[in-house]
Antibody, heavy 121, light 112 residues
Framework: EVHLVESGGGLVQPGGSLRLSCAVSGFTFSIYSMSWVRQAPGKGLEWVSYISSSSRTIIYYTESVKGRFTISRDDAKNSLYLQMNSLRGDDTAVYYC?????????????WGQGTLVIVSS | DIVLTQSPDSLTVSQGERATINCKSSQNILYNSNNKNYLAWYQQKSGQPPKLLISWASTRDSGVPDRFSGTGSGTDFTLTISSLQAEDVAVYYCQQYYSTPWTFGQGTKVEI
């Protein structure tokens, strides 16, 4: 069974940093692209960042996080990461680790339960 | 950025009746070279992460009941639930993956 488990969220002050992790199991992690999608409290969904399968590493970010967030993966550890620096109040959200569908890897066919990031003083 | 506008924002449908959700894109998301529409639909139940229902505008993900169907092309798309069940109460989102940033519609809340 496929599992994606996020960790690393919490309360952080504006300007601070957090590193989110996503441990996956139940599938061959290395062949799948992965993304982070966030959802502010009571709001809709926002795609944040994408990393392709390791065979040809391609990375994308939404404009609002460019230069502040860094996505990475460790296939040996079956893990996805999101390093978040210079955090702002509008980064407050539940962050979901999501797997790309093999036949359409910019869509997201498996989701973790999410980890809540609160940026506040 | 491509903006997706869903309508209505919410709808109430009797159990067993049809529910129809529209998604309009600010730009064409049909890629001519492969004739595919880069649009997906998700369902998010209260307190849960979203679930992929449909990709390529009309291809159901594995295990998705066939009462869910997606249609449309270019800029106008529709998600239809042919016979609404109690377990279909949720917020539904469309998503375009034609160009970055990949964007979602604002969501449509479906109630019974």
């Amino acid at each position: 069974e496929v599992h994606l488990v996020e960790s690393g969220g919490g309360l952080v002050q504006p300007g601070g940093s957090l590193r989110l992790s996503c441990a996956v199991s139940g599938f061959t992690f290395s062949i799948y692209s992965m993304s982070w999608v966030r959802q502010a409290p009571g709001k809709g969904l926002e795609w944040v960042s994408y990393i392709s399968s390791s065979s040809r590493t391609i990375i994308y970010y939404t404009e609002s996080v460019k230069g502040r967030f860094t996505i990475s993966r460790d296939d040996a550890k079956n893990s996805l990461y999101l390093q978040m620096n210079s955090l702002r109040g509008d980064d407050t959200a539940v962050y979901y680790c999501v797997r790309g569908l093999l036949t359409a890897d910019r869509t997201f066919d498996r989701w973790g339960q999410g980890t809540l990031v609160i940026v506040s003083s | 950025d491509i903006v997706l506008t869903q309508s209505p924002d919410s709808l109430t449908v009797s159990q067993g009746e049809r529910a129809t959700i529209n998604c309009k894109s600010s730009q064409n998301i049909l890629y001519n070279s492969n004739n595919k529409n880069y649009l997906a639909w998700y369902q998010q139940k209260s307190g849960q992460p979203p679930k992929l229902l449909i990709s390529w505008a009309s291809t159901r993900d594995s295990g998705v009941p066939d009462r869910f169907s997606g249609t449309g092309s270019g800029t106008d798309f529709t998600l239809t639930i042919s016979s609404l069940q109690a377990e279909d109460v949720a917020v539904y989102y469309c998503q375009q993956y034609y160009s970055t940033p990949w964007t979602f519609g604002q969501g449509t809340k479906v109630e019974i």
